[in-house]
């Protein structure tokens, strides 16, 4: 797996390659905001480690810059501004998870792990099922024409649950993709949350199959 971090603190950015290249990845690193977004146009990256508060642009000009080129390398951001309206607008801007510092690196592993199971193809602009309308560019909601308001997670775990569709998506897929945690014995939360969604959007769109988990409803 060919990983690109754009870190403009060196000791930071050296450190990094050095510990995920002992996990067997090969690791390319750009300083700067110019730097990272010609690497991220022309190289063939499994996934990119991009912080924000770079030289030359921002990380969130260089995501949302891919995302308008229909580029899907998958992002994770990893950055010292730890306000949710900063991860906010990260994710709004097309980036597939935000990570903050401090950080732990089994974490950041984890999330990697879990960004590089995920489909790297392109996105559909707008997904659709059950009367539910997603758009993962504008991070806006509708149900039956009316905007419904989502937490971070209620929204990744109703994008999942809407890429899937018809198929039904498990219990398991939607813990380890959303919370980066596969361990089957925190499964239960994935029930809390999409007992909000059903709340929020109508009970009858979210379907439960018996024995695996849940689908949107034909």
Known sequence: MRLLVVEDEKGMAAALAKGLVAEGFVVDVAHDGPGGL??????????MILDLMLPGLSGYTVVRTLRQEQNWVPVLIL?????????????????DDYLTKPFSFVVLLARLRALLRRDPGPRAPVLEAAGVRLDPASRRVEADGSVVALSQREFLVLEHLLRAHPAAVSRESLLDDVWGVPDEAATN???????????????ERIETVRGLGYRMRA
């Open 79 to 95: 950055s010292a501004k730890d306000g949710e309206y900063d991860q906010a607008d990260g994710l709004d801007y097309g980036a």
């Open 189 to 203: 939360v994935v029930d809390v949350y999409v007992g909000y969604l059903r709340r929020k959007l109508g009970r």
């Open 38 to 47: 010609e690497a991220a146009r022309y190289g063939r990256y499994d996934a």
